[in-house]
């Protein structure tokens, strides 16, 4: 099992930038896949982006290609998102997760993903 906590959401104006950070416990960490996933308001959650545990596939959404970017660093259990250009329709919930064990290839699906963090805000003004 793989323990998640994101920090690093907040208010922003369109346009602008927000870091989000996942700190993770577990031995486990370094050999699964981690994604990013966001809830906007009323909506079902998503998928943003994901990162393999060797960092050597990288996929986002069609949405955030080109203005986000997902990293990982296995020695510190840490997995970043960092969002640029960032616009309203980006305001939601952000979630980091784990994929779980033995899932391979490029899971996007809400159910290949077994441990989730609490999740943080991200709110960009017009």
């Known amino acids: 099992q793989v323990q998640l906590v994101e920090s690093g959401g907040g208010l922003v104006q369109a346009g602008g930038s927000l870091r989000l950070s996942c700190a993770a416990s577990?031995?486990?960490?370094?050999?699964?896949?981690m994604g990013w996933f966001r809830q906007p308001p009323g909506k079902e959650r998503e998928f943003v982006a994901a990162i393999s545990w060797s960092g050597g596939n990288i996929y986002y959404s069609d949405s955030v290609k080109g203005r986000f970017t997902i990293s990982r660093d296995n020695a510190k259990n840490t997995v970043i998102l960092q969002l640029n250009s960032l616009k309203p329709e980006d305001t939601g919930v952000y979630y980091c997760a784990a994929a779980r064990s033995g899932v391979a290839g490029t899971p996007r699906s809400i159910a290949d993903f077994g441990s989730w963090g609490q999740g943080t805000q991200v709110t960009v003004s017009s």
């Open positions: 577990g031995r486990t960490f370094s050999s699964r896949t």
